[in-house]
């Protein structure tokens, strides 16, 4: 029990800190004006983040360290040998989750019935710390699931579940920032953790883009897989974010978001794409 409340207290600590601490970082140094305030940016996301959370509650009953502890004892586990050395335990689990983050991320642009759902995502009109929380329930639930599939699997050390759950929401809120590191900072950082500018190529409107950087916290499995790209397809320093075919539509709405996956929307979509990867 005493896990449970730590994961549960960790989380929304930390979310909150680092939301308003990358929020105090881009309103001071933005990488580039946003088309809509703030304000509305941040509640109706927010809003996205809340709905969700009560659905995989809802739905999933289970927290991905609550069922590392139950899973503990299972002789099924491969973690959860006592003959390997508990720090390896904890490295393999955390590098072994990040890699089902990156091909989970990597099928929600690979199916277009997955794509439908995960272009809530990329249909943001803009892009900054908010845009880290805007993930449709549906797509929330999905992930959440096969990631709780993993660690019934692998039965790895509830502490690295607990680490790899905060350094995922850590990075998923520090690389949608609407800002930039220092040069020097950015060429260091990015050898070992994606950054604001690696993932924000990512989100570009041009559909090749949107293939590259598809990792959470490490761009070793884009580097392994060949999806990795240090800028965009265009060489151009400044670009634009979002989906094309979405300019004209009120992509902070609520309803238009939560209904977006299930709407007919002429936009582009992996059963639109050419294979940018060939």
């Known amino acids: 029990m005493q896990w449970i409340r730590t994961e549960s207290h960790a989380y929304w600590f930390l979310t909150v800190v680092f939301f308003l601490a990358i929020g105090t970082w881009e309103t001071f140094r933005p990488n580039r004006d946003l088309t809509v305030a703030a304000g509305r940016r941040w509640r109706n996301h927010g809003l996205m983040l809340a709905i969700a959370a009560v659905c995989n509650t809802l739905l999933l009953h289970v927290s991905p360290v609550a069922l590392s502890l139950i899973v503990a004892n299972s002789r099924f586990g491969v973690l959860n040998r006592p003959g390997l050395p508990m720090a390896l335990r904890w490295a393999i689990a955390i590098a072994f989750l990040d890699l089902t983050h990156y091909w989970i991320h990597r099928s929600y642009h690979l199916f277009p ?10 249909s943001d009109p803009d892009y900054d710390v908010s845009t880290a929380a805007r993930f449709h329930p549906v797509e929330t639930v999905i ?3 096969v990631i709780l599939g993993v660690i019934a699997l692998l039965a790895p050390p509830p502490f690295a579940v607990l680490t790899s759950e905060l350094m995922t929401l850590a990075l998923n809120l520090a690389v949608h920032a ?5 040069a020097w900072g950015e060429n260091a950082l990015r050898l070992a953790f994606f950054t604001p500018d690696l993932h924000r190529i990512h989100h570009s409107e041009d559909i090749r883009d949107q293939q590259r950087n598809m990792g959470v916290m490490f761009p070793w499995w884009d580097r392994l897989f060949g999806t990795y790209t240090p800028a965009v397809s265009s060489g151009k320093a400044i670009f634009k974010t979002g989906l094309r075919g979405m300019e004209h539509r009120d992509g902070l709405s609520l309803g238009f978001m939560l209904a977006e996956p299930f709407l007919h929307v002429q936009q582009e979509g992996p059963n639109m794409r050419p294979d940018p990867l060939s």
């Open 113 to 122: 019935w997955l794509w439908r759902v995960h272009q809530v995502h990329h």
């Open 143 to 145: 992930t959440a699931s």
């Open 178 to 182: 609407n800002a930039s590191l220092p």
